[in-house]
């Protein structure tokens, strides 16, 4: 049974950009209601999304607790294990919404990045599907 949000009310609706195609590119602003799609709820202000795994910088997007990542839709994420630390792809595209506001501008992330989703036992982002995901067709 997929989990709700708890940051969100499935009445809610803010500005969004839903990764789609195999190139996970977005495309421009679209209007959905968040807690009816895939997405990552910050469990630690310890998050960011940088440009490489291996070095943070100044220009990284540090997010905070409570802070909502749409990065596409699941069965599309990629992740990497490193040690344990497990890393999240945040495509072009990726979207982070705080207070249902976009923090990034239109048309969302600009670059690919990563956002550390584990490290150890320590979770920094928990991952949400819709709550009413429908039948499943194969």
Known sequence: KPQLSPVLRPSRTAPLSPMTGPQ????????????????????????RIVASRDSESDSDFVLEEGDLLRAGDHELSRFWKEGSEKWLLVPIGAQVFRANQPMIG??????????????????????????DSGPNIT
């Open 24 to 47: 996970l590119r977005a495309p421009p602003h679209v209007v959905e209601d968040l807690s009816k799609l895939d997405h990552w709820v910050v469990q630690s202000g310890d998050a």
């Open 106 to 131: 239109r048309g969302g992330y600009t670059r690919t990045g990563f956002v550390k989703v584990q490290d150890g036992e320590k979770l920094l982002l928990r991952r949400y599907s819709p709550a």
